[in-house]
């Protein structure tokens, strides 16, 4: 069963797949390839349904470190593995899609310039972890 989430566990759902996302960048950083990767993502989250689409796409945007990738991968790491426990206790049915849009967010951020670097690749691995989420997403 289904149980509606509060605005600040939306807000950690929307957290922790935004910081999927910046992780992502940042661990092979460049202007330009931000703006493509970033503008990539987002296609991810709005292509999502149900309770995930809404947690991702609607309300106010996270507020993330930008600094470095250690302080955005120390906020994002965290709220991905507070949202899992969000949906694992409120709603386990949208669990396996949150993984999934998390990982497409974080992989189409990664493809969308040049390619998978292998920074991008290991960054894509620690959210796979804190996700909890196998090779297929699940």
Do not use: C, H, W
Not at 96 to 108: I, N
Request: charged share 25%.
């Amino acid at each position: 069963m289904t149980q509606r989430l509060t605005d600040e566990e939306k807000l950690t759902l929307k957290t922790g797949a935004f910081g999927a996302v910046f992780l992502v960048a940042n661990a092979d950083p460049g202007m330009l390839a931000l703006f493509r990767e970033s503008f990539a993502a987002a296609g991810a989250m709005v292509d999502a349904g149900g309770l995930v689409q809404e947690a991702l796409t609607r309300g106010p945007l996270p507020n993330l470190p930008r600094e470095s990738a250690a302080e955005v991968e120390s906020a994002a790491l965290p709220a991905l593995r507070r949202a899992v426990g969000i949906l694992t206790e409120k709603a386990p049915r949208e669990l396996p899609a949150y993984r999934a849009v998390v990982l497409a967010a974080a992989d189409r951020a990664a493809r969308a310039d040049n390619g998978v670097s292998p920074a991008e690749a290991e960054a894509i691995a620690r959210v796979r972890g804190a996700l909890g989420a196998d090779a297929t997403g699940r």
